[in-house]
């Protein structure tokens, strides 16, 4: 599995991944639905489902890379009331949390990211919105929970950034040892600048 230095990339791959395997993988799932209950409608249903969800989701991230808050949100919250059960569901609404952190309307985030660790049955979804949500947790000061989050479902290639935040949380919490400790383990699943932006942050709490 590859390793990933931030949610970015993570989310990129993601999104490649689906472009290029998403018809295939609904289309497998309903072939075996439909052979299951004998349901001749549904396989049209769910390929009519994700190829409109597509095409929203486009639209979604048109959005996002304009920075267009107003349509951003208006094809997000379609994808959510409509299209839930699809992929590009969460995905989006990734879309809509950064955007609303950016906007400084970390509620509105928090909303958005827990909406997500419910609805998306993804690792890599959950994975991000598990470590974004755990930063605003921690901004938030519910560095408790924020931990909670991070400490469980979080996977080896997220090892970098999972430690990275558990430095942080130890940071807040004044146990400094353990977030040396947390930034050392980082250090070791990261490469190139993320090395050199985890030193500077281990380098501040002394020898």
Do not use: C
């Not at 920075?67 to 094809?75: E, F, G, H, I, Y």
């Not at 952190?101 to 991000?128: H, P, Y």
């Not at 605003?136 to 924020?146: C, S």
């Amino acid at each position: 599995m590859a390793e990933y230095e931030t949610e970015e990339q993570q989310v990129e791959a993601l999104k490649d991944w689906w472009r290029q395997n998403g018809m295939a993988v609904v289309g497998g799932a309903v072939l075996g639905i439909s052979a299951l209950v004998g349901w001749r409608g549904w396989n049209w249903y769910q390929e009519k489902q994700a190829t409109e969800a597509s095409d929203i989701f486009a639209v979604v991230q048109e959005a996002a890379n304009k920075n267009d808050t107003t349509a951003l949100q208006k094809q997000t919250n379609i994808l959510r009331d409509n299209y839930a059960s699809t992929p590009y569901a969460p995905l989006a609404i990734l879309h809509q949390a950064k955007n609303q952190i950016e906007q400084g309307e970390n509620a509105a985030a928090e909303e958005s990211l827990r909406w997500v660790l419910k609805n998306s049955k993804q690792d890599t979804v959950q994975n991000v919105a598990r470590l974004r949500l755990a930063r605003l947790l921690i901004a938030d000061n519910k560095v408790d929970e924020a931990q909670a989050m991070v400490n469980s479902g979080m996977t080896d290639a997220y090892a970098s950034l999972t430690n990275e935040i558990r430095g942080d949380i130890f940071v807040a919490k004044g146990e400094i040892e353990q977030a040396k400790e947390a930034y050392d383990q980082a250090m070791q699943a990261a490469s190139g600048a993320g090395v050199e932006y985890l030193q500077l942050k281990r380098n501040d709490l002394g020898s």
